[in-house]
């Protein structure tokens, strides 16, 4: 090859490697989030656009919560809103994350929904309840169970999505189903005489939902993640202000097209927090009350049902370092 020839082809491939790496750096973080107000939450910042007063260009995804889980498996996403439980089936399938922002605590909002007749859980004994088999609301029906002295053998499952609980439960094929807002709500209005018989408020911790982030990104950005961090924290100080909550409620219900007053009930369900308050939370411990103990119980309960077949390195999916710099 001629030296001349060689030299532009040097030039060339090196002009390509730096509008390769240019453009790998002008890609946006992309978040993927879904219909829960503990992840509704951030449509403040974006509306606010507080993302690119921080200097981030950062792109929100929004979907259906499993398909905002398969779009991070497929690496479509930098980073999801996911509970503790379901970051660890994720990691188990190929798609591993770290827990780097505790955005808040299911505080009513998952329901075991009684149907006509069901008033306590004890009047389960014997009929069918649908849940989404393996998701935190099975997890949920157990502890409910536990707590009544009562095992899953003594109710009959119904494997059913958790957006269709509500027309199954009007359909009477269920004496109860287990699910999240909005589904639950769907449910109460959906099925007269319904009633929530045992929720999330009786076992705060059990359900706490978080930003997952792919390793790689946030090895590469982690700069970038504390700021999306700190963007949070002014979001929720604006949620929680009187001065500027209606106003925050009313971007959050027009995310999900809701009236503000009717969404207000689910914010009222979730336990969202700022950092310094989630900070006690992402800490080492055995209980409900410690990130590290609620994730190890999601584990063991995966496991359990064979959602995967061998326990998670918990640890290793939790990076509290980024908010404890708060």
């Known amino acids: 090859m001629k030296p001349i020839i060689k030299h532009l082809l040097n030039t060339i491939a090196g002009f390509s490697m730096l509008t390769l790496s240019a453009n790998a750096l002008a890609e946006p973080l992309k978040i993927g989030y ?7 939450a951030w449509e403040i910042a974006v509306e606010k656009q507080w993302f690119k007063e921080a200097g981030l260009d950062v792109k929100f995804e929004w979907f259906d919560y499993v398909a905002s889980m398969d779009a991070f498996a ?3 996403l930098d980073a999801v809103g996911m ?9 188990a399938t190929g798609a591993k994350s770290v827990m780097i922002l505790m955005n808040d605590y299911s505080n ?4 075991i929904v009684g149907g006509p007749g069901i008033n306590s ?10 849940v989404e088999v393996g998701f935190v609301d099975h997890l949920l029906l157990l502890k409910a169970l ?17 957006n269709e609980t509500p027309q199954v439960l009007a359909s009477g094929e269920v004496a109860a189903i287990g699910a999240w807002q909005p589904s639950s709500g769907e449910a109460l209005k959906l099925v007269p005489g319904s009633k929530p018989i045992y929720t ?14 792919s390793p ?13 961090i700190k963007v949070w924290d002014r979001a929720i100080a604006y949620l929680q202000d009187p001065k500027t909550r209606d106003d925050a409620i009313k971007i959050m219900a027009a995310r999900v097209g809701l009236d503000p007053k009717e969404y207000k009930t689910f914010i009222d369900g979730t336990h969202i927090m700022r950092v310094k308050e989630a900070n006690k939370y992402m800490v080492k411990g055995k209980g409900f009350d410690s990130i590290y103990g609620s994730t190890k119980i999601a584990d063991d309960f995966n496991v359990a049902n064979k959602v995967y077949a061998k326990p998670q390195p918990v640890d290793s999916y939790i990076d509290p370092s980024l908010m404890k710099k708060m």
């Open 216 to 228: 790689q990104s946030l090895a590469a950005h982690r700069d970038e993640w504390m700021k999306v």
């Open 200 to 213: 999330s408020k009786d076992v705060p911790g059990l359900i706490y939902d978080l930003l997952a982030v």
């Open 146 to 162: 536990e707590k009544n002295g009562m095992k899953e053998s003594d109710v009959e499952l119904v494997n059913v999505p958790t």
């Open 121 to 130: 859980i004890k009047d389960l004994k014997g009929k069918k309840v649908g």
């Open 34 to 40: 879904s219909d829960w107000p503990g992840w509704v």
């Open 108 to 111: 009513g909002n998952d329901m």
């Open 74 to 76: 497929a690496g479509k």
């Open 83 to 91: 509970t503790n439980g379901d970051a660890l089936v994720t990691g």
